[in-house]
């Protein structure tokens, strides 16, 4: 999928998931895959049975929060952040996802305090970077 053929490694997982629907990893990847193709609510459908499945780290959390936040839906991210540990493992990362949404649902001083708090983390956070540039 990294040599930019998404569809067909889409149809390699989904023929993998056909065989055995509880693959947490295959769920995941079909995650991935979705959101880099913009289909952000599959996205989100795919990551979350990959959770359920047990399947937990912190970038499934960081790819979850960002399908959500594409699809729209800041409070679900927040509601995500509160009960991830993304926070304790990579705190820069969980603040400028929380900027993020707060941006989102309009809340331009909280979203400013969350980018500048992920800088301070960490200098070079793309995500904080670019949050603070959208604001101003």
Do not use: C, W
Not at 33 to 48: F, S
Not at 55 to 80: C, F, H, Y
Not at 124 to 133: F, Q, S
């Amino acid at each position: 999928f990294e040599r930019g053929n998404a569809r067909a490694a889409l149809a390699e997982v989904k023929s993998a998931l056909i065989e055995d629907p509880d693959l947490a990893d295959a769920r995941q990847l079909a995650g991935r895959i979705h959101l880099h193709m913009g289909a952000y609510a599959d996205a989100v459908k795919e990551l979350r049975r990959a959770q359920a499945l047990g399947l937990g780290s912190p970038q499934l959390d960081v790819e979850l929060a960002t399908a959500l936040l594409r699809d729209g839906k800041p409070d679900a991210v927040l509601a995500l952040l509160g009960t991830s540990s993304l926070e304790a493992r990579n705190p820069a990362e969980a603040l400028a996802l929380r900027g993020s949404a707060q941006r989102l649902r309009g809340e331009a001083a909280l979203a400013a305090r969350d980018f500048e708090a992920a800088l301070q983390n960490d200098v070079r956070n793309v995500r904080a970077l670019r949050g603070l540039a959208r604001l101003a």
